[in-house]
């Protein structure tokens, strides 16, 4: 074998290393081949209010009306291992869990300043739980179209770029 054959099949080598998951990504490719933990309707139902809690319905739609739920469904079960998504959903059977022995009812059942109170005290009791659920949620939103047009400025076809561009009172964040 000459040098030139030598480096070619190294470039070549190299490229299929560096291209492989990029392409995985670039395709949408599950990442974790696992099994997954099944949810129910009442789990689904459970995190669109807890995510509506996280970004309630204002001046723009909330997480509710975004989907989130269904995004962070997906992502559980296609980008995290059994383990983390056992330990997922036992944060939110806990969180109804106190729900129902500080008020009586299932968290779904509160009113606003009820469930907001079941977060407060979730924050403290499940931190790492909580972190993930407002994670997924900002994530879930933001990139779902009505995150991405109705709470951010949104411009479909961008001109050119501007490094500097003076900003307005009140005006939204961009939308990448």
Not at 10 to 33: D, H, Y
Not at 45 to 60: G, Q, R
Not at 101 to 119: M, T
């Amino acid at each position: 074998m000459n040098r030139r054959d030598a480096i070619q099949q190294v470039a070549l080598l190299l490229g299929g290393m560096i291209s492989a998951p990029a392409m995985a990504g670039v395709l949408g490719e599950k990442t974790n081949f696992g099994e997954s933990v099944p949810v129910s309707a009442e789990q689904e139902a459970f995190l669109s209010e807890l995510a509506d809690v996280i970004i309630p319905t204002t001046s723009t739609p909330g997480a509710k009306a975004a989907g989130v739920e269904k995004f962070i469904v997906r992502v559980m079960r296609d980008c995290f291992p059994k383990e983390d998504q056992e330990k997922f959903y036992a944060g939110l059977t806990k969180l109804n869990t106190d729900s129902r022995s500080s008020f009586g009812k299932s968290f779904v059942e509160l009113d606003g300043a009820q469930k907001i109170q079941a977060i407060k005290s979730l924050t403290t009791s499940d931190k790492a739980f909580f972190l993930r659920m407002k994670e997924l949620t900002v994530t879930g939103y933001f990139t779902s179209e009505i995150g991405a047009t109705k709470a951010l400025e949104y411009l479909p076809i961008p001109g050119r770029f501007e490094g500097c561009v003076p900003l307005k009172p009140g005006q939204k964040a961009w939308a990448l």
